[in-house]
């Protein structure tokens, strides 16, 4: 497999992960109300997710007839129950709920967090298609069940780049305190968000999107 397919595939793991959404929206917050050592945790299982939508990013892309549509409906809708939960709950909290040593978004087992939201990230999977149909469509004529894991590990680079650059981002000082400051205002915008991103997706898996 040429080079130039290698890094595109790298570059284009790189943006699923950064690309604005649930799962950056919870590292972030994760991070700035535990550390870089609780954001490191959430992605790292987050990882297992995000391989999962590649798969199937290329499934769809190059082998659409392995999979029935109504996998992924039924994959949407979970998605979007589990999104709106963490939505509601965000949306809901009270001050008096937070606390000052983590808040909200304190979790006690991130990568466990990271792996469940990874795996029911309803963004990840429209996101990842679009981003390999722009970056790797030129070149998927070349994907060959022998040479897809390949492919797959220079995505897999991509994202690990990609996490180490949030991972960074989530312990910068400035970044913790403000999000301390305003912590009841983010947990209420990102649950908001989150609802909006479930409503979107449960739209989408009724209308037999896929």
């Not at 954001?39 to 999979?67: E, I, Y």
């Not at 978004?105 to 990568?111: A, D, H, I, S, T």
């Amino acid at each position: 497999m040429d080079a130039h397919i290698l890094i595109s595939a790298a570059l284009a793991g790189a943006l699923v992960v950064l690309t604005p959404g649930p799962g950056v929206l919870a590292v972030l917050g994760i991070g700035a109300a535990q550390g870089r050592r609780a954001g490191a945790g959430f992605l790292f299982g987050h990882l297992a997710g995000d391989l999962l939508w590649a798969v199937l990013a290329l499934v769809a892309l190059v082998w659409a007839s392995l999979l029935s549509p109504d996998f992924f409906r039924v994959l949407a809708l979970v998605c979007a129950l589990y999104l709106g939960w963490l939505g509601l709950r965000a949306l809901l909290v009270k001050r008096s709920a937070l606390g000052a040593a983590g808040g909200a978004l304190r979790v006690e087992r991130p990568w466990m967090r990271g792996l469940l939201f990874g795996l029911s990230n309803p963004k990840s999977y429209p996101v990842t298609l679009s981003i390999f149909a722009a970056l790797l469509g030129g070149s998927l004529d070349k994907l060959t069940p022998g040479n897809a894991p390949l492919l797959l590990a220079a995505c897999f680079v991509g994202f690990f780049l990609a996490d180490l650059v949030l991972i960074w981002l989530v312990g910068l000082g400035a970044l913790r305190a403000l999000y301390r400051r305003h912590e009841i205002w983010v947990l209420r915008g990102t649950g908001l968000m989150f609802i909006g991103f479930a409503l979107g997706t449960l739209h989408h898996a009724l209308n037999g999107g896929t």
